[in-house]
């Protein structure tokens, strides 16, 4: 099949001919339809975050089921699916909490010598890799997919959308009512926008420095934007909220947008970060702010039970609750993937997605 292939920090994927294994027991090889452009696995290309090369990345995707192994029950050939990339084990304390993305059992889970380029073995990203035609994935880390979902729409879901979603419905459990605001306006940062605003959030501020970012979160149902650009957001947002926000969002990914998010927070409020903040770095926060009691949690993968959520999530959509198509902006094939990295960089799109035969 073709893939594309990392070889190192900061060099151009390749499109080279990758050997993929059959399934064994409790695995699906799935044929890729669609692939979401995420901006994490720009973190890895760029080297913000360790893995080894070659690598074949991409996390974000929805397929065809071509062949299943033994014992799989809950997808069949011929079935559309959703792939999440957490493979957990439902067993391990956090499965059995209704926390699969937190599995302890993760890491050994991992599938490390079922690709093969040139002969040598080589690890999967995220266990998918969904930057190929074809990907050998866990059974249960498929969902399958209702009609009416297109796939491109189906790839998403299985990360921007419930990663931003999630963060709100699933991590934070905001109450009707609250004020929330929210650091970047990309893939992700929309989509905690409208997953704030099926919540029920009272206000929504969306900050962000860019001008088409900032009128693309008004669509999702900001009720404020902030420039960054031009404005002190922190004392911006605790202007406009009379001293904070009950709840601030971070979805770019760096220590100083996440103490500005935890700036934005009243008294009591929580600041949740869902961006990927670079392993090297380290946040600061005052140690008197502790005493209002706010507070500051992550969030991974917007707390995703899989196939409890993203049915619903796909359902939302379907009845025009929910946007998504409304995310994708461009549309690539896999060998445009480094333009569309390109494009991704220079802040053009909401989100592209690579689609395949
Ligand atoms: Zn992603
Ligand atoms: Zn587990």
């Not at 601030?248 to 990914?253: C, D, L, Q, T, V």
């Given at each position: 099949m073709?893939?594309a292939v ?6 151009p ?18 044929k ?8 994490s ?12 090369t ?8 929805a397929?065809v089921?071509?062949k299943?192994?033994?014992?799989v029950?809950n997808?069949?050939?011929?079935d559309r699916?959703?792939?999440a990339f957490?493979t957990s ?6 499965c ?11 890491g ?9 380029l ?7 990203f ?15 880390a ?6 009416g ?6 790839a ?24 929330v605001a ?6 992700v940062g ?12 009272s206000?929504?501020?969306?900050v ?13 149902g ?10 002190d ?9 009379s001293g904070?926000?009950?709840y ?6 760096l220590?100083?947008t ?20 670079p ?10 702010s ?7 949690i ?6 995703t039970?899989?196939?409890?959520d ?9 009845q025009?609750?929910?946007?998504i ?33």
């Open positions: 073709k893939a990392m070889h190192g920090v900061n060099q994927l390749t499109i080279e001919d990758v050997e993929v294994d059959e399934p064994r027991q409790g695995e699906v090889l799935v890729t339809s669609a692939s979401g452009v995420c901006h696995d720009l973190h890895f290309m760029e080297g913000s975050y360790p893995t080894q070659p690598i074949v990345l991409g996390h974000e995707s397929g089921v071509e299943v192994g033994e014992g029950v997808v069949k050939p011929g699916v959703v792939i957490v084990c439902s067993h391990c304390a956090n059995v909490q209704g926390k699969p993305h937190l599995c302890d059992n993760t050994r889970l991992g599938r490390n010598d079922r690709l093969k040139n002969g040598q073995p080589m690890a999967q995220a266990n998918m890799s969904a930057f190929a035609e074809y990907q050998l994935v866990s059974a249960n498929c969902v399958p997919v209702p009609d979902v297109p796939m491109e729409v189906a998403l879901v299985g990360c921007s959308v419930m990663t931003g979603v999630g963060a709100v419905s699933n991590t934070a459990k905001i109450p009707v009512g609250s004020t929210v650091i970047g306006a990309g893939g929309l989509n905690v926008i409208q997953g704030a605003k099926l919540a029920g959030a206000r929504i501020i969306a962000d420095l860019l001008e088409n970012k900032l009128a693309a979160a008004r669509d999702f900001a009720t404020d934007v902030v420039d960054a650009s031009s404005d957001a922190v004392k911006k947002v605790q202007e406009i909220t904070g926000v009950d601030a969002f971070e979805a770019i990914g220590a100083k996440a103490e500005q998010c935890f700036g934005m927070v009243k008294r009591g409020g929580k600041a949740v970060v869902v961006g990927m903040i392993v090297t770095d380290s946040v600061n926060l005052p140690g008197v502790f005493l209002q009691e706010k507070g500051i992550g969030s991974f993968y917007g707390s039970r899989q196939t409890y993203m049915p619903w999530l796909m359902e939302l959509y379907r025009k609750r929910l946007k198509d409304e995310l994708i902006t461009k549309r690539w094939k896999l060998d445009q993937i480094n333009e569309a990295y390109d494009s991704l960089k220079q802040g053009e799109v909401n989100r592209s997605v690579l689609l395949f035969d």
